[in-house]
């Protein structure tokens, strides 16, 4: 999947991405998530959002990727991750 150096935030998004900032109740991983977006919607690239929130590039990159998947619902919640292995069973034992 290519780069993704520059996102169009619609107005009702940037309310929404401004108001989590704010919001002193949400999550500080949430707060980053959001900067990050509007950073780049600035016209910051990713070497300079990553220096400004603290973060690598990388991060930058995928919650860059996941705002243009999902909007700023993809930013409110981490993704999911495959189950563990199974216990072993007493016939296994």
Do not use: C
């Amino acid at each position: 999947m290519g780069k993704i150096e520059r996102i169009e935030v619609p107005a009702a998004d940037r309310d929404r991405l401004e108001t989590l900032v704010r919001d002193r109740n949400t999550p500080q991983k949430v707060v980053w998530r959001a900067r990050i977006v509007l950073l780049t919607d600035e016209g910051l690239r990713a070497t300079e959002v990553a220096g400004r929130v603290g973060t690598s590039t990388l991060t930058v990159r995928r919650w860059r990727r996941r705002y243009a998947q999902a909007g700023v619902d993809g930013l409110l919640k981490d993704a999911t991750r495959p189950p563990g292995r199974k216990p072993l069973t007493a016939a296994v034992i």
